[in-house]
């Protein structure tokens, strides 16, 4: 029985490596996907004054779970278009990679929400609204890098963007000169948006140039 799981787990691993092109592609317009959405959330959320603890929550949540769906379409898109199977074991343990930091990150947002209403209010705008999204920030790294072990190493590296980016806001603080507002909304849409957009476009420059070659 070991052998058969040992077996299977070698299998599993070239797969994960002969398919390393294939993520490559499906990754570019992901994360370009996601940058979009992310840059366009932001400004919107800025010129909506969504500034309380709870519309932010909901708000950003909601902004996940569409860049999450729209991710698995394109996902499977890049599937059919390959006659690859969408739920294939590789596909399984990079999805199993995912979802700790991401679920964590989901369960604290939605906690957060449930509890800020009888919170003393400064202290519950300045955890929704300010440490929250440096926590989301932490957390998706983790989940890229996690990631990252079944995919090209690009992702672990991206991953670790977020990682130092965030735990650096943490060590900096909250500076006084910018408002609740900017500064939620610009954290996340300079990390979730302007860095999944320069990495979709690096993903294309790269595989373009390796096809002209």
């Known amino acids: 029985m070991e052998t058969n799981w040992a077996a299977d787990h070698l299998q599993t ?7 390393s092109a294939l993520y490559r592609r499906a990754l570019a317009p992901i994360m370009t996907f996601a940058g979009t959405l992310g840059v366009l959330a932001a400004v919107f959320g800025c010129l909506l004054k ?6 932010f929550i909901l708000y950003w949540m909601a902004v996940g779970i569409v860049a ?16 690859e199977a969408f739920w294939s074991p590789p596909t399984r343990r990079v999805a199993h990679a995912l979802m700790p930091p991401l679920f964590s990150g989901f369960v604290i947002g939605v906690v957060l929400h449930v509890h800020v209403a009888t919170a003393d209010p ?7 609204m300010l440490w ?5 920030v932490v957390l998706y790294g983790c ?12 992702l672990r590296i991206f991953g670790w963007a977020f990682i130092l980016g965030g735990c650096g806001l943490f060590a900096v603080g909250i500076p006084d000169w910018v408002s609740r507002l900017y500064f939620a909304h610009g954290i996340m849409g300079g990390f979730f948006g302007a ?9 294309y420059l790269t595989e373009k140039g390796k096809n002209a070659a």
């Open 13 to 19: 691993i070239r797969t994960l490596m002969e398919r």
């Open 50 to 55: 969504i500034d309380s603890p709870r519309p």
């Open 68 to 83: 999450f769906s729209g991710s698995l379409l394109l996902v499977r898109r890049q599937a059919l278009k390959d006659a």
């Open 122 to 128: 400064p202290l519950g705008r300045v955890l929704s």
């Open 132 to 136: 929250l999204p440096v926590g989301w």
């Open 143 to 154: 989940a890229m890098c996690a990631a990252g072990f079944f995919t090209p190493r690009g």
């Open 195 to 203: 860095l999944h957009l320069a990495y979709g476009a690096y993903l």
